[in-house]
Structures are given as structure tokens and as C-alpha cells.
């Protein structure tokens, strides 16, 4: 990962700088709430796909820094919102911004950091990334209200939550690729590669973050382990494991997901049962698939630096420590 790090050095560091320009605001609270979250940590993975899809498609202006900034601000927002609906405490091992500011606060800074993207694409004038970015934001509020009716649901299948992951998380991913291309004026075909490659990586990613949920300690995966299940969220680990158990273990786990708060003897014993009926393992190797996926459609590309960056970036989505 570091390889790629160095190899957009400084793109990334105009990017950064492009946050700072994009929050200007006369409003205080927006500044420091928008600088609080753009600072805690993130991994920038989303810039980084579309900075390395421009690269990739041969892209030779400057609007990629403007739209990396973009999809950051519009991830960052769906954050803000997502802490709210979930009550977190926690995000990025910092406390949440709706924890420092309160739940009004983060919404309204979330609601001006979606403006401000769409302010941004329609002053770059390109009415393509316009149409792919607008079109993925919609599909990522469907997918949080897809989430929500999904809540507590033990009947959830692994299709119909491919469904919520998809729209959820992976189509800003694969609207960052597509963008990279369409601002190369690269082929129908091509962008709609790219696309489809940051799709998969997307899915890749949150089914990582859905491993990760239940096996790694807080200070290294920066919010509380166990958080996805006393959310009673149901991923794709949990739904494995339910789809092979008992009936009497999946009651137990019924029992546990509908209580108000979930204790650390809870949570292990949904791990143990996990682990029993190999959710982890399953869940990784359908990450491992996609990811294998993805670097089998970036074959289409011709040797580069950027598209060996975009390899390694492929592969440390799926290589998260467990």
C-alpha cells in the first residue's frame, strides 16, 4: 500500500489541500466539523480509485483533484448521517462527530457536504461525471433505507444484502473509477470496465469491514468490535453462519440481536457460532473472488505504473489484517 501512497504523493497532497478550499465556509461549525472528520484518519481509498483510474485511462488535466475531493466530501457526508441513524460513538477510533457536536449538527454539516459536491461537479461542466455521480448518490440513500428495513432481519439472504452492499458502499467506489475514465474521454467499453472494477473492489471492501466487525480489536479497526451486531445490522458473516446452523442456534441468535443491549457473552458466543460455521473465512474468500475479479477486467489495460498501483490497492482491500 505504501507503493501506491508514494506513487500519488502528490496528487493526494493537492487533494488534501482541495478539502481545506471546498470547506470555506463563513459558518464556523461547518469548518470544524468538516475539518474533524476529513482529519480522522480515513483511508481515502475512494480518491484514490479515481485518481488512479484517470491515471490509468491517461488522463492528462487537472479535474481529477477536483473530483477526488468530491467523492471524498460525499462519503464523508454519508458518515455524518450514517452516525446519527446508528448512535455511534465511534468512528476511526475518534469519538463521532455526533458525539462531540450532537446529532443536529452532523446532519446539517452532512446535508452541506453533499450540497457543495454538487456544486462543485456542475462548475466542472462535465455533464458525464455529473450524471455518474449524482446517480450514485441516490442509489447510496437507497441503499441506507435498504439497510434499515433490513435491521434485525434473520431471514436476509446473501443475494438480497449484496443488494444493500452494492448500493450501500460499492457504487461510490465504482463511480470513482467511471469517473476517472470519463474524464479521459475513454471508450463506452472502457469506462463501463472500470465501473464494474470498482464495483467489485467496493463489495470486496465492505465484506473486509464486515469480517473485521467481528474479529478485530477496537484500537486497530477504529470503532468497537461486535458494533455491526448490537446495531443488529445482519452481514454477510452472520448471514453464513445463519444459513448453516441449527434451528435452536439460530433462535439463540434471534434472542440475542433483539435485545436492547448486546454483552460481551453475547457477542462471543455469535463469534464462536461464526467461527463454527466459517462465516469469517467465507466472508473473505467472496472478497478474495471479487478482488480476483477486478484484476482479471484491469488485464484490458496496458502495462503501466498505475495500473501495478492499482493492483496493490486491490489487493490491500482484501489483505486487511484479521
Given at each position: 500500500?505504501?507503493?501506491?501512497?508514494?506513487?500519488?504523493?502528490?496528487?493526494?497532497?493537492?487533494?488534501?489541500?482541495?478539502?481545506?478550499?471546498?470547506?470555506?465556509?463563513?459558518?464556523?461549525?461547518?469548518?470544524?466539523?468538516?475539518?474533524y472528520v476529513l482529519a480522522s484518519g480515513g483511508k481515502r481509498v475512494r480518491p484514490m480509485l479515481l485518481l488512479l483510474s484517470?491515471?490509468?485511462?491517461?488522463?492528462?488535466?487537472?479535474?481529477?483533484?477536483?473530483?477526488?475531493?468530491?467523492?471524498?466530501?460525499?462519503?464523508?457526508?454519508?458518515?455524518?448521517?450514517?452516525?446519527?441513524?446508528?448512535?455511534?460513538?465511534?468512528?476511526?477510533?475518534?469519538?463521532?462527530?455526533?458525539a462531540v457536536w450532537g446529532n443536529e449538527a452532523s446532519v446539517l454539516v452532512g446535508d452541506f457536504l453533499f450540497a457543495k459536491?454538487?456544486?462543485?461537479?456542475?462548475?466542472?461542466?462535465?455533464?458525464?461525471?455529473?450524471?455518474?455521480?449524482?446517480?450514485?448518490?441516490?442509489?447510496?440513500?437507497?441503499?441506507?433505507?435498504?439497510?434499515?428495513?433490513?435491521?434485525?432481519?434473520?431471514?436476509?439472504?446473501?443475494?438480497?444484502?449484496?443488494?444493500?452492499?452494492?448500493?450501500?458502499?460499492?457504487?461510490?467506489?465504482?463511480?470513482?473509477?467511471?469517473?476517472?475514465?470519463?474524464?479521459?474521454?475513454?471508450?463506452?467499453?472502457?469506462?463501463?470496465?472500470?465501473?464494474?472494477?470498482?464495483?467489485?473492489?467496493?463489495?470486496?471492501?465492505?465484506?473486509?469491514?464486515?469480517?473485521?466487525?467481528?474479529?478485530?480489536?477496537?484500537?486497530?479497526?477504529?470503532?468497537?468490535?461486535?458494533?455491526?451486531?448490537?446495531?443488529?445490522?445482519?452481514?454477510?458473516?452472520?448471514?453464513?453462519?445463519?444459513?448453516?446452523?441449527?434451528?435452536?442456534?439460530?433462535?439463540?441468535?434471534?434472542?440475542?440481536?433483539?435485545?436492547?443491549?448486546?454483552?460481551?457473552?453475547?457477542?462471543?458466543?455469535?463469534?464462536?457460532?461464526?467461527?463454527?460455521?466459517?462465516?469469517?473465512?467465507?466472508?473473505?474468500?467472496?472478497?478474495?473472488?471479487?478482488?480476483?475479479?477486478?484484476?482479471?477486467?484491469?488485464?484490458?489495460?496496458?502495462?503501466?505504473?498505475?495500473?501495478?498501483?492499482?493492483?496493490?490497492?486491490?489487493?490491500?482491500?482484501?489483505?486487511?489484517?484479521?
Amino acid at each position: 500500500m505504501q507503493s501506491v501512497l508514494n506513487y500519488l504523493k502528490n496528487d493526494l497532497e493537492r487533494v488534501e489541500a482541495q478539502f481545506r478550499k471546498d470547506l470555506d465556509s463563513e459558518v464556523l461549525l461547518i469548518r470544524k466539523v468538516g475539518e474533524y472528520v476529513l482529519a480522522s484518519g480515513g483511508k481515502r481509498v475512494r480518491p484514490m480509485l479515481l485518481l488512479l483510474s484517470a491515471r490509468l485511462a491517461g488522463y492528462q488535466g487537472d479535474q481529477h483533484i477536483g473530483l477526488a475531493s468530491v467523492v471524498e466530501f460525499i462519503h464523508t457526508a454519508t458518515l455524518l448521517h450514517d452516525d446519527v441513524v446508528d448512535g455511534a460513538d465511534l468512528r476511526r477510533g475518534n469519538a463521532s462527530a455526533n458525539a462531540v457536536w450532537g446529532n443536529e449538527a452532523s446532519v446539517l454539516v452532512g446535508d452541506f457536504l453533499f450540497a457543495k459536491s454538487f456544486s462543485i461537479m456542475v462548475e466542472a461542466g462535465n455533464l458525464g461525471v455529473l450524471k455518474s455521480l449524482s446517480d450514485a448518490t441516490t442509489m447510496m440513500a437507497e441503499g441506507e433505507v435498504l439497510q434499515l428495513i433490513s435491521t434485525c432481519d434473520l431471514d436476509l439472504n446473501e443475494d438480497r444484502y449484496m443488494a444493500v452492499v452494492k448500493n450501500k458502499t460499492a457504487v461510490l467506489m465504482a463511480a470513482a473509477c467511471h469517473c476517472g475514465g470519463l474524464l479521459a474521454n475513454v471508450s463506452r467499453q472502457e469506462a463501463e470496465t472500470l465501473h464494474t472494477i470498482g464495483m467489485n473492489l467496493g463489495i470486496a471492501f465492505q465484506f473486509m469491514d464486515d469480517a473485521l466487525d467481528y474479529v478485530a480489536d477496537q484500537e486497530t479497526f477504529g470503532k468497537m468490535r461486535g458494533q455491526d451486531l448490537a446495531e443488529g445490522k445482519m452481514t454477510l458473516p452472520l448471514i453464513e453462519a445463519l444459513r448453516r446452523c441449527s434451528p435452536e442456534e439460530r433462535a439463540s441468535v434471534a434472542e440475542i440481536i433483539e435485545r436492547d443491549e448486546t454483552s460481551d457473552a453475547d457477542l462471543e458466543q455469535v463469534v464462536a457460532l461464526i467461527e463454527k460455521h466459517d462465516g469469517i473465512d467465507y466472508t473473505r474468500r467472496r472478497a478474495a473472488e471479487l478482488v480476483q475479479q477486478a484484476k482479471q477486467q484491469l488485464e484490458s489495460f496496458q502495462d503501466s505504473e498505475a495500473k501495478r498501483a492499482m493492483i496493490t490497492l486491490a489487493e490491500y482491500i482484501v489483505g486487511r489484517s484479521l
